[in-house]
């Protein structure tokens, strides 16, 4: 009986381009998050508010941003309308981005100073709100999209050469050019990457909103008429009974903080413009680093599709593991000075090979935690009747921003014990002992512990290919049952 079900109930299939196209919504986001990790460059360069408020709010506003989630996300599940349930929410997000990024750049050290700080936090929580509004889609629109096993691991193949290009372009262009061009962290430079985001993000929105719009349809919404009514208060119910999302959250939770911080922009500068001596040596690395990431995404997709993506997410979590511990003991013996382009010897080499690893397989479970958000909505599916992709989603929205809203306030303690209280680390400081330190703890060993916790957790998850293929089987067989009794009528 599931058997015929399935056969008169095929996979929800998209085509290629619409799965490409869709991607870029988290590419759109993924820009705004890129310029605002230099927001503390402004906050404390510019507007003259002190890192460690600076870093304590940027804290909280993560916080915020995970308050916002589930209110978005419920709404998300409760709209139908003209333009379908996910698409107004893309457009809107994007929007407030944009609309809020003018002002916060241009305005907010225009203000009075007794006025400066409340006007900063005020702007700043518009802005999360149109960046929960835009990003509640990426995860919760991955239902609709497809629902074959073979297919929804290719978005993370999309998603994952899409920002692989974002943030070593991105990093190359600041590092290498804007830094270069304007010689530090100013209003020019601001204004001059901005511009620039905010015009390629609206172009990627727009895009992703054609991606979206042939399956943004209540026929694709769960079990389209036999979906169970969810209200605000099924939130709790079902984050406590869904046991594979608990163990997914906290898995790529504690991943994401582990790179937030290595992403951090002051941890880069600590990195490569203090530890090793060459900021510009961020850029070419990244570059350098491209291909062999991309390649690494396309053998974890091929992976998942093979395997499922428990396992293409365990294996690539170990192989950063080691990677990350092997960069620990590089440092130690190694003087970080040696590593350059212009002497390529054996620490550069060694350099390379270990950050490669370390960065390409430890960012294949964000990379497929998309895809694999929409497994955990399908497994709520078959279990309860609900469909709630927007609830799912930024319920793992919410608490993972609680946990990576850390990131800032780490760095920010952090460089404050060892002497930066007023500013923070520029590549015209000196390492010392303290420095190296602090340096190695938030760029590898903080990682490094983070993976630890995600395997063991995920070594523990439910949803393997073949528990997958019985969900869908589950569900296909409600609908088809469904079909058949109007049918009868």
Not at 425 to 441: G, N, R, W, Y
């Amino acid at each position: 009986m599931a058997k015929e079900a399935v056969n008169n109930q095929q996979y929800n299939k998209a085509k290629l381009w619409e799965i490409g196209f869709f991607a870029l919504n988290n590419t759109a986001t993924n820009l705004y998050m890129f310029i605002l990790a230099f927001i503390s460059y402004y906050a404390a360069g510019v507007a003259g508010i002190a890192v460690v408020v600076v870093s304590t709010i940027l804290m909280s506003m993560r916080i915020w941003d995970g308050v916002t989630d589930p209110i978005v996300g419920y709404m998300v599940d409760k709209t139908e309308g003209r333009f379908g349930k996910f698409r107004p929410y893309m457009v809107i997000g994007n929007i407030i981005l944009a609309g809020t990024v003018i002002v916060l750049y241009n305005v907010t050290h225009l203000i009075p100073e007794s006025f400066r700080l409340l006007f900063f936090i005020l702007i700043y929580a518009v802005h999360i709100i149109g960046y929960t509004c835009q990003t509640s889609v990426t995860k919760a629109a991955q239902t609709v999209l497809t629902n074959d096993p073979k297919q929804r691991p290719l978005f993370a193949i999309f998603d994952g050469v899409y920002n692989t290009l974002l943030f070593t372009g991105g990093q190359v262009y600041v590092a290498s050019y804007l830094i270069k061009k304007h010689g530090d962290f100013n209003m020019a430079l601001f204004n001059e990457l901005n511009t620039l985001a905010m015009i390629l993000a609206g172009v990627f929105t727009v895009l992703a909103v054609i991606g979206i719009s042939s399956k943004d349809k209540k026929e694709f919404f769960g079990l389209a008429e036999d979906t169970v009514e969810t209200k605000f208060r099924d939130f709790w119910p079902i984050l406590k009974n869904n046991k594979p999302l608990l163990k997914l959250i906290t898995a790529v939770t504690v991943d994401k903080l582990a790179f937030s911080l290595l992403r951090h922009a002051v941890v880069v500068v600590m990195l490569f413009g203090i530890l090793i001596g060459d900021y510009a040596l961020s850029g070419t690395i990244s570059m350098i680093t491209i291909v062999p990431t991309l390649l690494i995404t396309f053998w974890a997709v091929a992976k998942a599709r093979k395997t499922g993506m428990k396992k293409a997410f365990l294996f690539s979590t170990w192989i950063a593991l080691a990677s990350f511990i092997a960069l620990i003991g590089m440092f130690i013996f190694i003087d970080g000075s040696t590593i350059s382009m212009s002497k390529l010897g054996f620490a550069t080499i060694l350099f390379i090979v270990l950050y490669t690893a370390a960065m390409g397989f430890g960012g294949v479970p964000s990379t497929l935690v998309n895809p694999m958000i929409a497994d955990v909505s399908d497994y709520e599916t078959s279990q309860s009747g609900r469909y709630v992709p927007g609830m799912i989603g930024t319920m793992f929205s919410f608490i993972d921003k609680l946990i990576t809203s850390l990131a800032p306030a780490i760095v920010g303690f952090a460089v404050a014990l060892i002497g930066f209280k007023d500013a923070f680390p520029t590549v015209t400081d000196v390492l010392t002992p303290e420095m190296k330190l602090v340096t190695m703890i938030l760029a590898f060993g903080i990682p490094a512990l983070a993976l630890t916790v995600s395997g063991l957790i995920m070594s523990r998850y439910e949803l393997d290919a073949e528990k997958m293929e019985e969900i869908q089987t589950s569900i296909a067989a409600k609908k088809s049952k469904h079909t058949n009794d109007k049918m009868a009528i």
